[in-house]
């Protein structure tokens, strides 16, 4: 499956914001499953962007909007070829194939194993591995005691989507998995964190994936499941929001314990006490799969016609960066000879903020919440 993704997010702010400084996680990632054709990145106002890898391997953008703003908005555009079809599972044994993994006692049992994947079966900082996600792993474990692994991450994924109800409004970006279980509600995110507090009350380790439901159409957020390590195949993605294991409509953008690890956006700026966030996220299913595949066949050779398009298409986006990078610079020199004004006192009735008024604000984070399909 083909898809093109466009993420918006804009900030209004109450009153002119300045030293925004931001990161953001948007630019989906490729791996065996997927593939990342071209991203783009747009901020307004303009604003020069470093871009590196975190410790899980996702791709983090970097920028800072130094001078005064009274908006500011990020739209990130991605063209994804994901290599399977939209009912066809990204990983685990085929519909045809019987179950090989070992069983889950044993699995729990292998210290070298424990050892490898310590950090995704230990508590994060929104999945606290409670009382009450303790007692709902040990039932599950207790309905089958010879279970593999796999079936025990996907009766654990089936289980989370009975339990909860999909509401909006009832949880928050920083509820915790106790927070969920106990309103019995919440979002994508929320049950993509009881799935991975099951698996790691049960020994088997478990990840957060931030990223898109393609084919969608329009939606107010991006979207997130869970993925358990279980040999021999590697990491094994469900949905418990939908209550199915993952397919070609699923795209990858990031890694990670838990939401705080892969969040969209965050960020810090001085200025206005209040920021109203608007999301939209949009995917559109391309046609032309196979002819895009076909570019990095056998050493991955490419007709003279489609390398001369790429090439001039990066010499565009090179030339549009550096407009950016101009327009930047000459924002901050306005920026800076309007402060200078304010400074001599030639701006009279504007507050100067005192150390403890100016202190910076956190960015509202996104709550990644797409509704699961009809």
């Given at each position: 499956?083909?898809?093109?993704?466009?993420?918006r997010?804009?900030?209004?702010y109450?009153?002119p914001?300045?030293?925004?400084?931001?990161?953001?996680r948007?630019?989906?990632v490729?791996?065996?499953a997927q593939?990342?054709?071209d991203?783009?990145?747009?901020i307004?106002p303009?604003?020069?962007?470093i871009?590196?890898?975190d410790?899980?391997?996702?791709?983090?953008h970097?920028?800072s909007?130094?001078?005064?703003?009274?908006?500011?908005t990020?739209?990130a555009?991605s063209?994804?070829?994901?290599?399977?079809g939209v009912?066809?599972?990204?990983?685990g044994?085929?519909?045809d194939?019987a179950d090989?993994?070992p069983?889950?006692q044993?699995?729990?049992?292998?210290e070298?194993?424990?050892?490898d994947?310590?950090?995704?079966?230990?508590?994060s900082?929104?999945?606290?591995l409670?009382?009450?996600?303790?007692?709902?792993?040990?039932?599950?474990?207790?309905?089958?005691?010879?279970?593999?692994?796999?079936?025990f991450?996907?009766?654990?994924?089936?289980?989370v989507?009975?339990?909860?109800?999909?509401?909006l409004g009832t949880?928050?970006v920083?509820s915790?998995?106790?927070?969920?279980?106990a309103?019995g509600?919440?979002?994508?995110q929320?049950?993509?964190?009881?799935?991975?507090?099951?698996?790691?009350?049960a020994?088997?380790p478990?990840?957060y994936?931030?990223g898109?439901?393609?084919?969608?159409g329009e939606?107010?957020a991006s979207?997130?499941?869970a993925?358990a390590?279980?040999?021999p195949?590697g990491?094994?993605?469900?949905?418990a929001t939908?209550?199915k294991?993952?397919?070609?409509r699923?795209?990858k953008?990031?890694?990670g314990?838990?939401?705080?690890?892969?969040s969209?956006?965050?960020?810090?700026?001085?200025?206005g006490?209040?920021?109203e966030?608007?999301?939209s996220?949009?995917?559109?299913t391309l046609?032309?799969?196979?002819n895009?595949v076909?570019?990095k066949?056998?050493?991955?050779?490419?007709?003279?016609g489609e390398?001369?398009?790429?090439?001039s298409?990066?010499?565009?986006?090179q030339?549009?960066?550096l407009?950016a990078?101009?327009?930047s610079?000459?924002?901050m020199?306005?920026?800076i000879d309007?402060?200078?004004?304010?400074?001599?006192?030639e701006?009279?009735?504007?507050?100067?903020?005192s150390p403890?008024?100016?202190a910076?604000?956190?960015?509202p984070q996104?709550?990644?919440q797409?509704?699961?399909?009809?």
């Open positions: 499956m083909r898809y093109r993704i466009t993420h997010t804009s900030y209004r109450s009153a914001a300045y030293e925004s400084f931001n990161e953001v948007l630019q989906p490729t791996d065996e593939t990342c054709l991203f783009g990145l747009t307004d303009p604003a020069s962007v871009a590196f890898r410790y899980y391997g996702n791709a983090v970097d920028f909007v130094p001078y005064l703003h009274d908006q500011l990020v739209e555009t063209d994804v070829i994901v290599a399977a009912d066809e599972p990204l990983s044994p085929a519909a194939e090989s993994s069983l889950l044993a699995l729990v049992g292998d070298q194993f424990i050892d994947q310590i950090e995704f079966l230990t508590p900082t929104y999945i606290g409670g009382d009450v996600s303790r007692e709902f792993a040990e039932q599950l474990i207790a309905e089958d005691a010879g279970q593999s692994a796999y079936a991450f996907i009766r654990a994924g089936e289980a989507h009975r339990r909860l109800i999909y509401q949880t928050t920083h915790t998995v106790s927070d969920i279980l309103v509600s919440g979002v994508c929320d049950f993509a964190h009881v799935l991975i507090a099951l698996a790691r009350h020994g088997l478990a990840r994936v931030s898109y439901l393609g084919g969608e939606a107010a979207h997130a499941w993925e390590f279980i040999p195949y990491w094994v993605g469900f949905d939908s209550g294991r993952c397919t070609g699923h795209v953008i990031g890694v314990r838990d939401y705080a690890d892969v969209v956006m965050r960020g810090t700026y001085r200025g006490t209040a920021a966030l608007d999301v996220v949009h995917t559109e046609a032309g799969v196979r895009t076909s570019m066949g056998a050493g991955g050779a490419r007709a003279r390398l001369i398009q790429y090439q298409l990066g010499a565009l986006k030339l549009q960066r407009r990078m101009s327009q610079l000459t924002a020199a306005q920026s309007q402060l200078s004004e304010v400074i001599e006192g701006l009279p009735g504007m507050i100067r903020e403890e008024q100016g910076p604000h956190q960015q996104q709550q990644q797409v509704a699961p399909s009809k």
